[in-house]
């Protein structure tokens, strides 16, 4: 079936830029997403990009995509301790169903 | 924005028993549910589909006859574990909605069989 890989953990100081990877198989994904989950609360959409996009600006955030070596980043500019989470990235599989990643649990210091 | 509750948060229960989870959307209505299940350090997977009024669809390897799943209204959809075992604790997630873009997800039950 499909998979969707990204890091367990990132730990990066208040102010720097944080860069979450995720690496997905399906090629005909139209769609990628990345989730924010903070404690007790659900997942939210943070951000998404069409599959024939390979960036994707908005405000603090950049999604990059590599669509030949399948490759998406989540690049959080100027991270604040708000930012600390675990983010998710998926992908859509035909049938609209969503492949999630194992989430990456950002951790920011000061 | 559009909320998605789930109670209990947190649930320990006996092995053998049977433990419902809910799932509400509160300030919409959502024919489609969805329920995952997430084990420690790895993906969410989806388990089955649910729309309301009628039967889910479950994912290949789920039994349906273990995790009951019942969306009778367009607000509340339930998981109801039979004869649970400790290889069933997990954290149950649902979203409701539908397209990704419109779909909500709820704070998840963290279920302990023990």
């Known amino acids: 079936g499909e998979d969707v890989e990204q890091s367990l953990f990132l730990s990066v100081r208040e102010g720097d830029s944080s860069v979450i990877n995720c690496t997905y198989t399906?090629?005909?994904?139209?769609?990628l997403y990345w989730y924010k989950q903070e404690p007790g609360a659900g997942l939210q959409l943070l951000t998404y990009?069409?599959?024939?996009?390979d960036m994707k600006q908005d405000q603090r955030l950049t999604v990059l995509l590599n669509k030949k070596d399948k490759h998406l980043s989540l690049r959080i500019a100027d991270t604040q301790t708000g930012d600390s989470a675990i983010y998710f990235c998926?992908?859509?599989?035909?049938?609209?169903?969503?492949?999630f990643g194992a989430g990456t649990r950002l951790a920011v210091h000061p | 924005g559009a909320v998605v509750s789930q109670h209990p948060s947190r649930v320990i229960c006996k092995s053998g028993t049977s433990v419902k989870i809910e799932c509400r959307s509160l300030?919409?209505?959502?024919?489609?549910m969805f329920w995952y299940r997430q084990f420690p350090k790895q993906s969410l997977m989806l388990m089955a589909t649910?729309?309301?009024?009628?039967?889910?669809?479950?994912e290949q390897g789920v039994e349906k006859d273990k995790f009951l799943i019942n969306h009778a209204s367009l607000t509340l959809s339930t998981l109801t574990v039979t004869s649970a075992h400790p290889e069933d604790s997990s954290f149950y997630i649902c979203?409701?909605?539908?397209?990704?873009?419109?779909?909500?997800f709820g704070p998840g039950t963290r279920l302990t069989v023990t």
């Open positions: 998926a992908e859509m599989e035909k049938g609209g169903k969503l492949i």
């Open positions: 300030d919409f209505q959502a024919t489609t």
């Open positions: 649910s729309n309301e009024g009628s039967k889910a669809t479950y």
């Open positions: 399906d090629s005909s994904s139209t769609y």
């Open positions: 990009i069409f599959s024939n996009m």
């Open positions: 979203s409701a909605g539908g397209p990704p873009l419109e779909q909500y």
